[in-house]
Structure formats: structure tokens, C-alpha cells
């Protein structure tokens, strides 16, 4: 193993040297340069500002975005006849790809139960990643699992869509 590595591993005493705040950090310029020489689109950028950073902003583009594509599938197989569905289902589907960590247990993947145990988490199997099932779904959703049964379908390719937009994001990163 590298010596330079065994120091950063094994515990040290405190230096009290006056260090530059900037020297090796990385600034906001080099990550929008980097970005930029990537060649994201839109929606690439938005997901990964949406899922890494938390953007806000990030979020509500790629949404208005992603309402148009649903729209499209929509058309296609039949509009819904309640209002508000396809909002609803595109919702969902970004909050799955996006928000993945259990918020039963925060991803830890252990509950506590009855304040003297602790268990695995139900909801994740212990893996710190919510099982989205389509009883979730629909509860989530708060339309009847009728209804979202009958558009289930719809549903899963509004969410294959955004699961190829974040992997094509990741791959022109990683090239």
C-alpha cells in the first residue's frame, strides 16, 4: 500500500498550520465547467441537480418537463377521465427514481419496536431503500387502487422514462 494512504489512515495529532481555504477545492465554476463539457441535456442536468443536490428549482423544471412526456403516453393508451392523474403519476414516478432512501427508518434499515428492540425495517428489507409496490403507489398517490391499476401500464413507462434519463446522465459523466 501507498505510504502517502497508511498516513491518511492511521491517527494523527492536529496540525496547526494555516491552510487556504480554496487550494484543492472544488468550486462551484469547476463543477458547472465540468458539467458543461459533458454535454447534458436539460433533463440530464436536472435530474442529477434534482437527485444529488436537492435543487428545488432542478426539481420543478424536470417536472414540467417530465408532464409533457407523460402527456404524450397518456394520449396514446387514453386520458384518464379524473383530473389531476397524470400530474400524480409523474410525480410519483420522479419521487421514486429520486427519493430511494426508506423514510420509515432514514435508511438505516432498522427500526426500533416497542422502544426495547430493534428489528429490520418492513418497508425495506433492511436495505435502507424503500420497496415501492403498487399498494404503496396508490396510497401515495391517494387515488384508489382501481384506478391505479388501470393505469398502471402508463405509469411504469413514465418511470422507465426517467430511469433512462438518470442512467444516460450517469453514463456521459462517467465517460
Not at 438505516?108 to 428492540?117: L, Q, Y
Amino acid at each position: 500500500m501507498n505510504p502517502e494512504l497508511l498516513t491518511l489512515l492511521l491517527p494523527s495529532s492536529p496540525t496547526y498550520e494555516v491552510r487556504s481555504i480554496t487550494h484543492n477545492a472544488l468550486t462551484p465554476q469547476d463543477i458547472a465547467h465540468l458539467l458543461a463539457k459533458k454535454r447534458l441535456n436539460k433533463k440530464e442536468l436536472n435530474i442529477l441537480l434534482a437527485k444529488f443536490i436537492d435543487s428545488d428549482s432542478a426539481h420543478e423544471e424536470l417536472f414540467d418537463e417530465m408532464m409533457d412526456s407523460a402527456c404524450a403516453i397518456f394520449m396514446k393508451d387514453g386520458v384518464p377521465s379524473k383530473p389531476g392523474i397524470i400530474r400524480k403519476f409523474t410525480r410519483l414516478a420522479l419521487a421514486e427514481t429520486l427519493f430511494t432512501k426508506c423514510f420509515i427508518c432514514k435508511g438505516v434499515g432498522t427500526v426500533v419496536v416497542n422502544n426495547s428492540s430493534i428489528e429490520k425495517c418492513p418497508h425495506c428489507d433492511g436495505t435502507g431503500e424503500f420497496i415501492y409496490e403498487d399498494v404503496h403507489r396508490a396510497h401515495i398517490m391517494k387515488i384508489p387502487m382501481k384506478l391505479y391499476k388501470r393505469h398502471r401500464k402508463q405509469y411504469f413507462k413514465i418511470r422507465e422514462e426517467v430511469v433512462d434519463i438518470e442512467n444516460e446522465a450517469l453514463r456521459k459523466l462517467g465517460d
